[in-house]
């Protein structure tokens, strides 16, 4: 168990429905991830937050959405679903946002958009 | 652009039958490379860090190894619990603390 906590585990939705994941971080870490795994592309990584502020940013949407709360909890938005975007969506976490760290994985949402 | 390029895409074991994985790197100031295991349906579970060429790190029956452009991560006399997919991640020194991720090897070990 990496003591990252996502919710929910598994999601079927209906194209052109929106969607929230929650993911709450290893106690103490400040800084969450966002990737996608899908068959063809792998782990893609999306988006970052440090104690609550945007940090990095890669290939997100403009449909998708993340943020992250005084709690240090992070939630990611998924609006106007298409059926590609269905996929396994992991939150990472680690403590600290600018040296090399590891970052610990959560079990993942897995989203079907049907 | 930072790019993980990793081989075989697919290995098959005897259980006892040592082998390598590697992972090709191109990364602008390398500040750590990564090595996860994942089992199907589940997150990336961390196995070590590698900072500089020259370092080496071990965990039981692994052992992860660094040089200026490739990684290799060496399984000895694995057993059939080591089948997963091993994936390389390298983390650049202008990224913030995104990981660019290889595309993995499907390592299975038959007893």
């Known amino acids: 168990d990496s003591g990252v906590t996502q919710t929910p585990k598994h999601l079927i939705t209906a194209t052109g429905q929106r969607v929230t994941l929650r993911c709450s971080p290893r106690?103490?870490?400040?800084?969450v991830y966002w990737y996608q795994q899908s068959l063809d592309q792998g782990l893609q990584f999306l988006i970052q937050y440090y104690n609550g502020e945007e940090r990095a940013k890669g290939n997100i949407l403009e449909r998708f959405s993340a943020q992250q709360f005084p709690d240090l909890h992070s939630e990611l938005n998924l609006s106007s679903l298409e059926l590609g975007d269905s996929a396994l969506y992991f939150c990472a976490s680690s403590v600290r946002a600018g040296e090399a760290t590891e970052a610990f994985f959560g079990q993942g949402t897995r989203l079907t958009v049907v | 652009e930072d790019q993980v390029t990793q081989s075989p895409e697919a290995l098959r074991l005897q259980e006892g039958e040592s082998s390598s994985l590697n992972c090709s790197y191109t990364?602008?100031?390398?500040?750590?490379l990564f090595w996860y295991r994942q089992d199907p349906g589940k997150g990336p579970e961390f196995l070590f860090t590698l900072y500089s060429a020259g370092e080496e790190k071990e965990k039981e029956r692994l052992k992860a190894t660094l040089t200026k452009k490739e990684s290799f991560l060496h399984i000895t006399a694995p057993k059939p619990e080591d089948s997963a997919t091993y994936l390389c991640?390298?983390?650049?020194?202008?990224?913030?603390?995104?990981?660019?991720f290889g595309g993995g090897t499907r390592l299975m070990v038959k007893p």
């Open positions: 990364v602008s100031g390398l500040r750590g």
């Open positions: 991640a390298v983390q650049a020194n202008n990224a913030g603390n995104m990981l660019t």
């Open positions: 106690s103490g870490d400040l800084s």
